[in-house]
């Protein structure tokens, strides 16, 4: 179950991705600074983590009183910020049989 959750939010990571990329250029720096920010500003916590195929790590994290981001980490160690938002939610909804329409 945990593994569709991944594929789908990482599913989700690439299309903000090329999204976030059409109007800006995300925030990055070394992977402990941004998780530093990201605890002591935001109390989030990662929810999600996954290799996506060009190798870097996207992960999501998440915050009690629902906000979210989501960060890339290159192999350099360099991570980037290409997305934050409100009002996250975790969802368990199961991902349809391979070949269906979903």
């Keep these: 179950m945990k593994s569709k959750l991944f594929a789908l939010s990482f599913g989700f990571a690439a299309l903000i991705l090329a999204v976030q990329n059409a109007h800006a ?22 929810q999600s983590i996954g290799i996506a195929a060009n190798n870097t790590v996207v992960e999501t994290f998440a915050s009690a009183s629902g906000s979210w981001s989501i960060i890339v980490t290159m192999a350099s160690g360099e991570s980037c910020l290409i997305a934050s938002g409100q009002y996250f939610e975790m969802r368990m909804e199961s991902l349809p049989t391979q070949g269906e329409p979903a």
Excluded at 25 to 46: F, H, K, N, V
């Design 25 to 46: 250029a995300p925030s990055c720096g070394p992977r402990a600074d941004i998780l530093s920010q990201l605890a002591d500003r935001y109390a989030e916590t990662r």
